[in-house]
């Protein structure tokens, strides 16, 4: 949406001739400025300030209204979650509204979204033992699994895995725990780390830490809750960077699909390593405090260290979805890995940048309705979903 067309839309509401689709958008425009004012840094002040004045005035009774149900302003809305393109200064805008349930009421008769939902992801893993053998996780009802090494492995009523070790001094056996996508899965190690796996992902860990290290090898991504102990580092590692923490809580998106690892501290402090091609540490590393996160693009001779937007980086742990300024590659690429589809792009590919958040145990056609008011046409054919612009 060009700026042309925005203050059209706003004159007619002032007018009394905007449609309701058109008067949601307003009303969750200005919330944005509320909520998620960083949104609009591609606008010099005196125009954002003047923008947001001029909702102001076409909405302040019903805002009014709005806020004697509510007295905290947050992102979930009563009615409305909004979303919106950051690319104002260019001159294109995406706006995305989310019912509470995460639907969407729209008019758009190019979207075609199939009858029979694509479902979300759950619990599902596979676990491997040792002699390499395998076991279908979420076919097993609660309680003992089954032993390993002396370790007992315990499905619990929650549906996470638990290692108890069943003896001391006892040799270690690797297990491998993997989620295929549209899947996730929670763990506690023999040590009591908490790992949570994303789809597609999978985790290599001894069934007890022997030795004077504790080392876990890692694809895709997870989120750790590390135990403490200061005589065992803890160290996870994957293709390209090996961190090494004490105790922590920490997220790792290391997706071959995605254009960096990405090391996200919550809690503690961890030293990320860099690993060349033959996966040796080499003499480049990152200390994280928290609240920073460290990102290692394809190719890059060092990490970038910034602020991290840690809601973002464990949403897919805590149940939804949040995209911050995300393309529409960088969410299907999520939606591809829950949903367990494939994704196909006809034409050019749209380069509107999204906010927004939605919860994940929607159906996949509820998430693909963020791309509906951006004039993005999507369309279901089996487990494939197709992407015009």
Known sequence: MDPKEFYKILRKYRLGEASQEEIDFLDAYYNLFEVEENVLDGMQDKAKSQ????????????????????????????KWLIAASV????G???????????????????VKLAKVEIKPGGNKAVLTLADGSSIILNDKEDGLITQDAGAEIVKTKDGQIVYHTKQANQSAAINMISTPRGGQYQLTLADGTQVWLNASSSIKFPTVFTGAERKVEITGEA???????????F???????????????????????????KTTLLEGSVRVHKLNMQGKEENISAVL?????????????SFKVSAADEEAAIAWKNGYFKFNRDNIQTIMRQVSRWYNVDVEYRGKISEDLFVGKINRSENVTEVLRILELSKINTTIKGNKIIITN
């Open 51 to 78: 923008l947001k004045d001029a909702i102001k005035a076409g909405l302040s009774e019903q805002i009014a209204a709005e806020e004697l149900k509510s007295s905290s302003k947050v992102i979930w809305m009563k």
């Open 289 to 301: 405090k928290p609240g920073q996160q460290a990102v290692l693009a394809n190719n890059a001779k």
């Open 235 to 261: 160290k996870v590692v994957s293709a390209h960077q090996v961190i090494e923490v004490l105790g922590t809580h920490f997220n790792i998106n290391t997706y071959d699909d995605e254009s960096a690892d």
């Open 223 to 233: 989120y750790f809750e590390v135990a403490k102990n200061i005589h065992k580092p």
């Open 92 to 110: 294109v805008a995406s706006y995305l509204f989310f019912k509470q349930s995460g639907s969407i009421e729209t008019g758009n008769p190019k």
């Open 87 to 90: 690319l104002l200064f260019t």
